[in-house]
């Protein structure tokens, strides 16, 4: 699994994280952000299929990333993936 961001399109200050499966198999996601600033927190679930990408921002989920946030991704069988948004 590969991460990484883009602008959004429909917030300015806000970025769309991009998750890659790098694998042959679907996987079982969820995705946990945490706003450290206002202790807000956004939880999805979500399914991967092989080789794909999925784009998780304010449409799918109504959480518009921001720099400084922590995201963790628990993959069903896998170790959990953590990461700060840049």
């Known amino acids: 699994m590969?991460?990484?961001?883009?602008?959004?399109?429909?917030?300015?200050a806000g970025l769309v994280l991009q998750v890659r499966n790098t694998s042959s198999k679907s996987l079982s996601c969820a995705m946990m952000?945490?706003?450290?600033?206002?202790g807000?927190?956004?939880?999805h679930s979500f399914s991967l299929g092989p080789n794909s990408?999925?784009?998780?921002?304010?449409?799918e989920t109504g959480?518009?990333?921001k720099s400084?946030?922590?995201?963790?991704?628990?993959?069903?069988g896998h170790?959990?993936?953590g990461f700060k948004v840049p």
Do not use: H, M, Y
Not at 68 to 76: K, T
């Open 33 to 38: 952000a945490t706003n450290r600033t206002d």
């Open 2 to 12: 590969s991460t990484s961001f883009r602008p959004s399109a429909l917030d300015s």
């Open 79 to 81: 170790r959990s993936l």
């Open 68 to 76: 400084g946030e922590s995201v963790e991704i628990a993959v069903e």
């Open 53 to 59: 990408l999925i784009e998780l921002g304010i449409i």
């Open 40 to 43: 807000q927190v956004c939880r």
């Open 63 to 65: 959480w518009s990333f």
